[in-house]
């Protein structure tokens, strides 16, 4: 299994810049999840989707992140404009919903700097 | 919202010593998770812990829940230099879904030769 696929790894962008990251889930799981990593803020939860649909999104920053789930094997988060208070590491991670207490699989993360 | 709270935020321990991370809950956990991380890499699933007084063990690592169901413990037996990183609790709700896991703050350790 080629596990939880995320692009790019890194990305260094310019303040205003429009930024797109990726993610392609385990095949087979139906839930996936956007979390995002800091310093001072550890591991925040930013949306999830359950079979393509987004569940809850109340960890989103602001309106300048958008996320979407086009099908059961993609993902996007995209930020517009970016900020350099986004800098951070962006996971995503997928997991079989079944009902009931699953594993969540991360992948690498893609370490986000805008300048 | 449910927080944890993970301690000490920081542990140097010499090798093959003992080590224990705690990780608090402001409610009750009913799905409490214990993950690993490595620098520069993601998170790798260690344990996971449902009901009161559960224990799990695997290789020289065992998670304990508590009766009460709002603290859990991660002790590492003989540690080495492979159990160095970043541990993260992670816990899912009543108030939050079942899938929807939020971590705590996570602790650093660091195993010296």
């Known amino acids: 299994d080629a596990g939880v696929i995320q692009s790019p790894r890194h990305e260094v962008t310019e303040m205003g810049q429009e930024v797109t990251l990726r993610c392609k889930p385990i095949?087979?799981?139906?839930?996936l999840f956007w979390y995002r990593q800091t310093m001072m803020r550890g591991l925040e939860l930013l949306i999830y989707f359950n079979n393509n649909v987004p569940i809850d999104d109340s960890g989103m920053p602001e309106d300048r992140f958008s996320a979407k789930m086009p099908n059961a094997s993609f993902s996007t988060l995209k930020i517009q404009p970016s900020e350099p208070r986004d800098s951070a590491v962006y996971f995503c991670?997928?997991?079989?919903?079944?009902?009931?207490?699953?594993?969540?699989?991360f992948g690498s993360g893609t370490q986000l700097s805008v300048l | 919202s449910q927080e944890l709270e993970q301690s000490p935020q920081s542990l140097i321990v010499q090798e093959g010593k003992n080590l224990t991370i705690n990780c608090t809950s402001s409610?009750?956990?009913?799905?409490l998770y214990w993950y690993k991380q490595k620098y520069g890499e993601g998170l790798i699933f260690l344990m996971m812990?449902?009901?009161?007084?559960e224990e799990k063990s695997h290789e020289k690592i065992t998670a304990k829940l508590d009766e009460k169901k709002q603290q859990s413990s991660l002790h590492i037996t003989a540690s080495q230099p492979s159990h160095a990183g970043i541990y993260l609790c992670?816990?899912?709700?009543?108030?939050?879904?079942?899938?929807?896991?939020?971590f705590g703050t996570g602790t650093r350790l660091l195993v010296s030769p």
């Open positions: 992670g816990a899912t709700g009543e108030n939050t879904g079942f899938q929807k896991l939020v």
């Open positions: 409610k009750t956990l009913y799905g």
């Open positions: 991670a997928s997991s079989l919903d079944r009902g009931g207490y699953e594993k969540l699989f």
């Open positions: 812990l449902q009901k009161g007084g």
């Open positions: 095949s087979g799981h139906n839930s």
